[in-house]
């Protein structure tokens, strides 16, 4: 395992996260790379081996996109998120990047105060570390739950 590596991983979390809890959206496709993979699932689901997903988007311009939808078109009680996520397990590198899984919690809070835990889950990542900054080629968003609250519109 390769402990820098692990911190620069660790680093990107925490822009990740303060990107999405700050509600700096536009911002969000650029930690990942031009062709990437972005899926939200359950872990039945992929214990199931069901490709589908809650979220799914394989380019940067679908996560813009999303973020121009979720600015512009969808129509949803405001709310934001606060992520605490744990220490990175660097799994190893393999021909499709580093290899990365990371336990996450997401609290969401309503316009109202109320705050509830929304999902709990696992970031199963491959990064790309070639560069200055890590850029994220896949992750895929494994929700512990199969039940998934209808209000899923901020990404995870």
């Known amino acids: 395992m390769n402990a820098s590596s692990r911190e620069r ?3 990107f979390h925490a ?3 303060r990107c999405i809890g700050a509600d700096h959206l536009e911002a969000w496709p650029a930690f ?3 062709r990437c993979h972005y899926v939200v699932t359950t872990a039945d689901n992929r214990r ?3 490709a589908a997903g809650l979220i799914w988007a394989d380019s940067r311009a679908m996560l813009q996109d999303r973020i121009s ?3 512009h078109a969808n129509v949803y009680e405001r709310h934001r998120y606060r992520h605490i996520v744990g220490q990175p397990f660097v799994v190893g590198d393999t021909p499709e990047g580093t290899h990365a899984e990371t336990p996450f919690m997401v609290a969401r809070i309503m316009q109202d105060g109320t705050t509830d835990l929304f999902c709990t889950g696992l970031y199963d990542d491959r990064f790309d570390l070639s ?3 890590p850029l994220l080629l896949s992750r895929q968003v494994i ?3 199969s039940r998934i609250d ?3 519109a901020i990404p995870l």
């Open 69 to 71: 939808a979720l600015r």
């Open 143 to 145: 929700c512990d739950s």
């Open 131 to 133: 560069g200055e900054q």
């Open 32 to 34: 990942f790379a031009e």
């Open 9 to 11: 991983i660790a680093a």
């Open 150 to 152: 209808t209000l899923l």
């Open 48 to 50: 199931e081996g069901l």
């Open 15 to 17: 822009a990740y996260i």
